[in-house]
Nanobody, 128 residues
Framework: VQLVEVGGGLVQAGGSLTLSCAASGFTFEHYGIGWFRQAPGKEREGISCIKYDETTYYRDSVKGRFTISRDNAKNTVYLHMNNLEAEDTAVYYC???????????????????????WGQGIQVTVSS
C-alpha cells in the first residue's frame, strides 16, 4: 500500500500549486481521501476531503481557494491550490479513509486510526 504526494515546492503569495496523491495497493475507488497539513509549531489539520462519491469538504481557511478532485481511473486525488498565502506554508499529507461517514467528519473528527494509509508528506512554502 502506498500514497505518494507530488507537486509541492516554493511559490510566491498569490500563486498556485497543484498537489497530487497517487495511490496503489488498495481499492482506491472505495476510499475517501483527505488532505492534511502541518505547519511548524502547529497541530496537523484536515483541510479538504473527498468521499468515494465525490462529496467534498473544505476547511474555512481554504474554502474558495482550494479545490479537491479525484480520478479513480488513475488512482489519484488532486488538490488545486490558488491564491496561496504565507499561512498555507506547511507539510501537506494525503491519507485514505474507509469512508463510512461524511466528508466533514472525515476531515475534522476522524481519529488517526480511521485513516488507514498515509503519504510521506510534501513541503509547500509560500513566500510573502
Amino acid at each position: 500500500v502506498q500514497l505518494v504526494e507530488v507537486g509541492g515546492g516554493l511559490v510566491q503569495a498569490g500563486g498556485s500549486l497543484t498537489l497530487s496523491c497517487a495511490a496503489s495497493g488498495f481499492t482506491f475507488e472505495h476510499y475517501g481521501i483527505g488532505w492534511f497539513r502541518q505547519a511548524p509549531g502547529k497541530e496537523r489539520e484536515g483541510i479538504s476531503c473527498i468521499k468515494y462519491d465525490e462529496t467534498t469538504y473544505y476547511r474555512d481557511s481554504v474554502k474558495g481557494r482550494f479545490t479537491i478532485s479525484r480520478d479513480n481511473a488513475k488512482n489519484t486525488v488532486y488538490l488545486h491550490m490558488n491564491n496561496l498565502e504565507a499561512e498555507d506554508t506547511a507539510v501537506y499529507y494525503c491519507a485514505a479513509h474507509s469512508d463510512w461517514t461524511t466528508a466533514e467528519v472525515m476531515c475534522v473528527q476522524s481519529p488517526d486510526y480511521e485513516w488507514g494509509y498515509w503519504g510521506q508528506g510534501i513541503q509547500v512554502t509560500v513566500s510573502s
